[in-house]
C-alpha cells in the first residue's frame, strides 16, 4: 500500500504473484458461494453459514493479497486501524439490531401472510 | 408551491416580509454586513484578506477564521436564546407571548442547530486547528489544502442557515429532526431542507479534519515526542478525531436517507409502506452521543494545559488522564440509547445502556480529580482563563450529577423531554464545553495576536456569565420535576411562570458577560502596545507553542524542535536550554495558498441551495463544477514551494513577514 | 514565480515517499470512514428487509445468475487493477495505461449491468418507492454503484494524467489511491451479494 522502495522491493521479483494468488482464491470462493446456493444442496441455514464463512475468507484474502496487509511494521498502524474501525462496526450494529429487534416486537406486530 | 425551470420552487414570497422580527434581523445583519463591505473596500483591504486569509492554508489563519464563525454564530444561537426566553416568560394562560407558534418552533431549531454545529464545533477546530501543530513542534498539519477545504464547506453551511432566516424558513422539528415530522408529507415546505443541507455539508467538512488531524498528530511530531510526551490536549484532539472520524459517517447515511425520504419518495423512515422511524432516531444518537464528546473532549484538554499552567504546577495524572479520555472515547460508543429510553426498548436493553452511561462518569470524575490534585499546593493566579476553568469545575460537577439521575431508565421515564433534560445538557455543554473555548481563547489570544486581552473586562465576562448561567438554568431544573415539558411555546400552569422569569434575568447576565467579552476585544486592541507579549510566553507555560515568538512565524519553527520530555518546553526552560542560539538555516518545504477551497465553498453553497429550492439545473450544473474544481486541484503537481535558507534568516530577524512569492494562484 | 529548484535529488525523493505514504493513511482512513458509512446502510437494510409491504420481497425480484455476471465484472477489475500498479510500479506507461483501461472497461460493465438491474425493477413498479425493503436495497447497493462510478471518473482522469505526464511521483501516488478504493470497493461487494442477495434468495 505505500509506495516506500522496500514495498516495490517486496513485489519487484514478481510483483503479481500476490494478486493472482488473491484473485484465484476469490474467484474459487465466489464460484463455490454462488454454486452452493444456487444448488440449494444444503439446508438453508446451513447454506448461509457457510457462505458467511466464505465471504469472511474472501474478504481477508482480499484485503491481504491485494491490499497487502500483513502483520510486518510497515502495515502495523493500516491494521490496527482496521481491527478498531471493525469492532466499532460490530458493536454499533450489533447493538442497533438489538435494540431495533426489541422495539419490533414490543409493538406486538400481526405477521403477515406472505 | 409555484414552480418554475429557472427558479425551481423559489419565489418573492420566501422574503418573509410579514414577519418583523425576522425583517427586522435580517435588515439588521444586511446593515452590518454593509457597512462592513464599504470599510474593507475603502481601506483597500479586499486584496491582504484574499492573499493572507481567505486562500490561507496556514492552520493558523484557518484556526483564527473558525474562531470568528463560531463567535458570529454564538451572536445569532445568543439571540435565538433571548427570543425564547423572553417569550416563555410571558407566554402563559390568556397570553400567547409575541411570538406566533411556528416562529418560535424554527427559533428553538436554529438555536441547537446553530449552538452545536456552528458554534462549538468551528470553536474547539478553530483553537485546534491554531495549537496543534504548534504543539507537537510541526509546521502545519497533514493536509494543509484540505484545512482549507473543510474550512469554506462550514462557511458555506453557517451561510446557509444564515440565509434560510430572510429567504424561506427554517425546520420546524428541533435541532434533532425526527421522522415523521421531517418527513415529506408533514413538512413539504424548505425548512427541513435547510435543516438537512446545513448539517450535511458541515459534517463533510468535519470528517475531512478528523482525518487530517490524525494523520498530523501521529506523523508529524516533532522528534523525541513519542505518545506519552504528547501534551495533553493534542491528546484529548486525537482522541476527539477518532470520534469524530467514526461517528459522523454515521450522521451522513442518517441525513441521506432522510433526505431520500423527502425527495425521491424513498420509505427509510415514512408511516407507510414500511418505514421505520424509530431507526432514524437509533442511528441519529448513534452520531449525536460520540458528538457532545467531541465537543467537550478538547475542552478537558484546554482545562488541563490552563489549570496546570495557572496552577504553576504539574498536571497531576498525565497518564491517567490519557487514559481516561481513551475510555471516553470507547465508551462513548455504547451509551447512545439514553437518549431514547423512552422509545420502548425493553427493560434489558434500557439496563444495559443506563449502566454503561453511568460508567461514562467515571473517567470524566477521574479528570475532575487529577485537576483538583494539580491545584493543590500549587501557587494559583486567578487569570481569566484559570476562572473559567474553576467556574467549570464546578458547574459541571451539578450537571453530572444530574445526568447520571438521569441515566437511571425509570428517572429518565419521567424526565424525558422535560426542562430537566434541558437544563442537565446546557449544564454539560456551558460549562463544558463552551467555558473551555472561552478560557483556551483567553489564554492563546497573546500567541495568536501578540497582546493579552484585557484582565478587568474578563474577570467581568466570566462573573456575568457564570452567575447569568446559574439563574438561567436552574429553575429549569425545579420546571422539570414539575412536570414542564421542552420547547413549549405556550403554557397554562401558572406556578411555572416566576422560573421562567428568573430564567428570563439569567439570560439578560448571559447577554452582559457577552457585551463584556466584546468591550473586552475592542479595550484590547486599543491597549494592545501595553497589553503586548513580548517573550511569546506570558503565563509561564509548559508546552511548545509557547517557544515561539508571539505570534509564530508563518512557518512556526526555523528549525524543527527535538523533544526530550513531556512538558518539554518547561524542561527547557528548567535546565537553561530553551532558547537556543539558532543553528544555519535549512530551506522549508511549504504549501502554497490557493483559491480552489474558497471556490469548492462557493459551489458547495450554491449546490445546497439549489437543492433546497428545487433549481434542478443549478444543482447540476454545481456538481459539475465541483467535480471539475476536484479534478483541477487532483492535477495540479506544483502546489507547495521551497522556502530558501536566506528568506528564514530574514524572517527570523525580523526583516520581512511573508515570502514575497507567496501569492495564491487558482 | 515558480518554486526554486531543489538541489539535492534524493532528498526529494525521500520527500515523494513520505507524501504518498502520508496520502495513502489518510486514504485509508477515509477508506474506514467508508466502511463505517457502509455498516450504517447494512444495519438499515438489516431493519428494514422484512418491510416488503404486500409488494415483493427479494426472491421475488433477485436474479443469482445475473449478480454472478455483476460480480465477475468486478472481481475480475480488481485483479487487473492490480496488473496495471505493478506496471506503474516497473514505470511502464503504455501497459499501465492498457490495464487501467481495461480495468475500466471491466467496472463499466459492473455498471452498466446494475443500472440495468434498477430500471428494470422501477419499470415493473418495483422502485425504492414501492416500500421500506426496496429503498433499503436501493439504499444500499446503489451507495455501492454510485462510489465504483466515481472511481471510474477518477480512473478515466488518472488514465488522461498518465498519458499527459507519465509514471511521475505524484501520479503513481494519486494511482495508489486509486486502486485501494477501487480494492475496497469490491470488499465491499463481497458484504454485499452475501448479505442482500444470498439472504435475500435463502
Known sequence: MSANHSHAADHGENPLRSHVIGFAISLALTFFSFGLVMSGILATSTTLIVVVIAAALQVFAQFHYFLHLDSSSAQRMNVMVLIYTIVIIAILVGLSLWIMYNTHIRMMPIPMAR | MQSSLLFGNLTLDAIPFHNPIVMGAVGGGAAVGFLLFCFITYKKLWGYLWDEWFTSVDHKRIGIMYIIVAV?????????????????????????????????NQIFSAHGTIMIIFVAMPFFIGLMNYVVPLQIGARDVAYPFLNSVSFWLTVASALLMMVSLGIGDFSQAGWT?????????????????????????????????????????????????????IPVFTWTILITTVLIMLSFPVLTVTLALLTLDRYLDFHFFTNALGGNQMMFINLFWIWGHPEVYIVVLPAFG????????????????????????????????????????????????NAF????????????????????????????????????????????????????????????????????????????????????????????????????????????????????????FMPLY??????????????????????????????????????CQVVQLYVSFRDRKALVDKTGDPWGSHSLEWATTSPPPFYN???????????????????????????????????????????????????????????????????????????????????DYMLSAEEVARVESGESVTPSYNHASI | MSSTTLTDHSESDHHSHDATENAAFGFWLYLMTDCILFASL?????????????????????DLPYVFGETMFLLVSAFTNGVAMSFVYKKDRQKAVFWLIVTALLGLGFIVMEVHEFIHLIGEGNGPDRSGFLSAFFGLVGTHGAHVSIGLIWMAVMIGQLLIKGVTPKVSSRLIRLSLFWHFLDIVWVCLFTVVYFFGVA
Do not use: C
Not at chain 2, 444561537?77 to 427570543?83: E, L, T, V
Not at chain 2, 453530572?400 to 454539560?428: C, I, K, Q, R, Y
Not at chain 2, 416566576?498 to 457577552?514: R, S
Not at chain 2, 450554491?606 to 471539475?628: D, K
Open chain 2, 72 to 104: 458570529v454564530m454564538m451572536l445569532r444561537g445568543f439571540a435565538d436564546a433571548m427570543m425564547m426566553r423572553t417569550h416563555q416568560a410571558i407566554a402563559m394562560g390568556a397570553s400567547a407571548g409575541y411570538l406566533p407558534a411556528e416562529h418560535y
Open chain 2, 177 to 229: 429532526g425526527y421522522p415523521p415530522l421531517t418527513g415529506k408529507e408533514v413538512s413539504p415546505g424548505v425548512g427541513v431542507d435547510y435543516w438537512i443541507w446545513g448539517i450535511q455539508l458541515g459534517g463533510v467538512g468535519t470528517l475531512v479534519t478528523g482525518i487530517n488531524f490524525f494523520v498530523t498528530i501521529l506523523r508529524m511530531r516533532a522528534p523525541g515526542m513519542s505518545m506519552m510526551k
Open chain 2, 302 to 349: 484546554i482545562f488541563s494545559e490552563v489549570v496546570s499552567t495557572f496552577s504553576h504546577k504539574r498536571l497531576f495524572g498525565y497518564a491517567s488522564m490519557v487514559y481516561a479520555s481513551i475510555a471516553i472515547a470507547f465508551l462513548s460508543f455504547v451509551v447512545w440509547l439514553h437518549h431514547f429510553f423512552t422509545m420502548g426498548a425493553g427493560a434489558n436493553v
Open chain 2, 353 to 472: 445502556f443506563g449502566i454503561a452511561t453511568m460508567i461514562i462518569a467515571i473517567p470524566t470524575g477521574l479528570k475532575i480529580f487529577n485537576w483538583l490534585f494539580t491545584m493543590y499546593r500549587g501557587r494559583i493566579e486567578f487569570k481569566t482563563p484559570m476562572l473559567w476553568s474553576l467556574g467549570f469545575i464546578v458547574t459541571f460537577s451539578i450537571g453530572g450529577m444530574t445526568g447520571v439521575l438521569l441515566s437511571v431508565p425509570g428517572a429518565d421515564f419521567v424526565l424525558h423531554n422535560s426542562e430537566f433534560l434541558v437544563a442537565h445538557f446546557h449544564n454539560m455543554l456551558i460549562p463544558g464545553a463552551l467555558f473551555g473555548y472561552f478560557a483556551g481563547y483567553s489564554y492563546w489570544f497573546p500567541k495568536m495576536t501578540g497582546f493579552r486581552l484585557d484582565e478587568k473586562w474578563g474577570v467581568r465576562a466570566f462573573w456575568s456569565w457564570i452567575a447569568g448561567f446559574y439563574l438561567a
Open chain 2, 478 to 515: 425545579a420546571l422539570g420535576f414539575m412536570g414542564m415539558p421542552r420547547r413549549m411555546d405556550h403554557y397554562d400552569n401558572p406556578a411555572w411562570q416566576p422560573y421562567l422569569i428568573v430564567a428570563v434575568l439569567g439570560t439578560f447576565l448571559v447577554a452582559f458577560g457577552i457585551f
Open chain 2, 557 to 639: 519553527f526555523a528549525q524543527t524542535p527535538v523533544v526530550d520530555s513531556l512538558d518539554d518546553f518547561a524542561y527547557k526552560k528548567e535546565h537553561g536550554i530553551a532558547y537556543r542560539a539558532q543553528a544555519p538555516f535549512k530551506e522549508i518545504h511549504m504549501p502554497k495558498n490557493t483559491g480552489v477551497g474558497v471556490v469548492m465553498g462557493a459551489i458547495t453553497f450554491v449546490f445546497g441551495f439549489a437543492m433546497i429550492w428545487y433549481i434542478w439545473w443549478l444543482a447540476i450544473a454545481s456538481l459539475v463544477a465541483m467535480i471539475v474544481a476536484v479534478i483541477y486541484r487532483g492535477s495540479d503537481d506544483h502546489t
Open chain 3, 42 to 62: 447494512f444495519a438499515t437494510y438489516a431493519v428494514l428487509y422484512q418491510n416488503t409491504a404486500s409488494g415483493p420481497g427479494g426472491p421475488e425480484i433477485f
